[in-house]
């Protein structure tokens, strides 16, 4: 597609459950980044990836937050076990290099 | 550490006038700069960039000026025009992979 797709727009968990946010970077693009948006302006970057291969994990909490991007199928990120701190938005860009980002309309996530 | 940093949370203008949007960065091996631009509800979009061997760069009513020996970079907007009311990002690739570092965004609110 001409524009990176993600989704749920919105998603609700209860503490302790499980979220996954799903992410259809544009065609053609081989790399896949992810960026939490916890308060209102502030990118942290989680995760990036250069086709299925994950790049640079860096900013990937170690222990309850997962990533992938499968040949033909949308990338995800998954987070398991929620907590309140979790809720964020959760933006999922693409590019053909690695720089100038192409940025989804995000993921709010409200964990409660 | 933030690297990237726009210590003006919101600027108000008026339509017609000039808008000058700040960034100070404290890294100087960043390559190359980027704006973007973000309306509630949506992922940023990408507005301009400069390369870091050059000092300015223009489109259209966008300017971007970089003054390396003051580590400092400034979009200019004229005319301002009341559809430029967002938040505008600057950013730059950092770290090994150079995955872009944002700055915390200003609000720019254009006065009819």
């Known amino acids: 597609g001409e524009e990176v797709a993600q989704t749920p727009k919105h998603l609700v968990r209860g503490e302790g459950q499980k979220a996954k946010l799903y992410c259809a970077p544009i065609?053609?693009?081989?790399?896949v980044f992810w960026y939490q948006q916890v308060l209102k302006n502030e990118f942290k970057f989680l995760i990036s990836f250069q086709n299925e291969n994950v790049f640079d994990e860096t900013g990937m909490p170690k222990e309850r937050f997962s990533a992938k991007c499968l040949p033909n199928s949308p990338c995800s990120l998954e987070i398991q076990a929620t907590k309140l701190e979790d809720s964020a938005v959760y933006f999922c860009?693409?590019?053909?290099?690695?720089?100038?980002?192409?940025f989804g309309s995000g993921t709010q996530l409200s964990v409660l | 550490d933030q690297q990237v940093k726009q210590n003006s949370p919101s600027l108000s203008v008026q339509e017609g006038r000039i808008s000058i949007l700040n960034c100070d960065y404290t890294n100087s091996m960043f390559d190359y700069f980027l704006w973007y631009k973000k309306y509630p509800a949506e992922g940023p979009t990408f507005l301009i960039s400069?390369?870091?061997?050059?000092d300015k760069n223009e489109d259209g009513r966008f300017t971007v000026f970089l003054n390396k020996s003051a580590k400092h970079l400034s979009l200019h907007i004229v005319p301002s025009q009341p559809g430029d009311s967002a938040v505008y990002f600057c950013a730059a690739p950092g770290g090994a992979t150079n995955k872009l570092i944002f700055g915390t965004g200003t609000l720019l609110a254009v006065q009819p």
């Open positions: 400069i390369s870091s061997i050059k």
């Open positions: 860009a693409s590019s053909e290099r690695r720089e100038k980002l192409f």
């Open positions: 065609k053609g693009h081989s790399y």
